[in-house]
């Protein structure tokens, strides 16, 4: 006898979100949009993040990139 599945797993809702996600990014790079208006983007989405920890670095890393310094997140120091 077979177990019958209903609603979708864990993994294939991270699958669907993605694919979303995909999605949105299209839909952003069809309205044409340049390189300075993604990172502004970038750096607004990463003030929204609720990981704390990931939303300083991305945005120090973006800070750092817009004022022409290292980040070191490339060289690892």
């Not at 077979?2 to 990014?25: L, P």
């Amino acid at each position: 006898m077979t177990t019958k599945q209903f609603g979708t797993s864990e993994e294939e809702q991270e699958i669907k979100d993605k694919i979303k996600s995909r999605e949105i990014v299209q839909t952003i790079l069809e309205y044409g949009v340049n390189q300075s208006q993604l990172e502004q983007m970038i750096f607004l989405l990463s003030m929204e993040l609720e990981n704390v920890s990931l939303m300083k670095d991305l945005t120090k890393t973006i800070t750092q990139s817009r004022e022409g310094t290292k980040s070191n997140i490339i060289t690892g120091e």
